[in-house]
């Protein structure tokens, strides 16, 4: 089984920036594809950006050109750098790992691991 635990967010001004880590129990980061999702307040969830095995990335069309996700497979560890931050980007950020590449582009339920959530709160 592996825990997945995200940490870093917080409260930031709009424009502002903020980097989330999801630290890994054990060696998963390059596996099948790891992902972060979001959900706001009465919306629904969100993939926002993905990562395979072979280092190639997927984003939303809202956080293109804006996040970034990357893996350091020494510490087992997925990041997603988030710049020029807005308000709509308000949400409980959460992040995913699957070990096979074929549920990359699903739904979070469609991961087998998940983690508990960091909250992002932009003003």
């Known amino acids: 089984h592996v825990q997945l635990v995200e940490s870093g967010g917080g409260s930031v001004q709009a424009g502002g920036s903020l980097r989330l880590p999801c630290a890994a129990s054990?060696?998963?980061?390059?596996?099948?594809?790891m992902a972060w999702f979001r959900q706001a307040p009465g919306k629904e969830l969100e993939r926002v950006a993905v990562?395979?095995?072979?280092?190639?990335?997927n984003y939303a069309e809202s956080v293109k050109g804006r996040f970034t996700i990357s893996t350091d497979i020494d510490k087992n560890t997925v990041y997603l750098g988030m710049d020029s931050l807005k308000p709509e980007d308000t949400a409980m950020y959460y992040c995913?790992?699957?070990?096979?590449?074929?549920?990359?582009?699903?739904?979070?339920?469609?991961?087998?691991?998940r983690g508990q959530g960091t909250q992002v709160t932009v003003s």
């Open positions: 995913a790992a699957a070990g096979s590449g074929v549920v990359c582009h699903l739904s979070f339920s469609s991961y087998e691991y």
């Open positions: 990562i395979t095995r072979d280092s190639s990335t």
């Open positions: 054990r060696f998963i980061v390059n596996s099948g594809c």
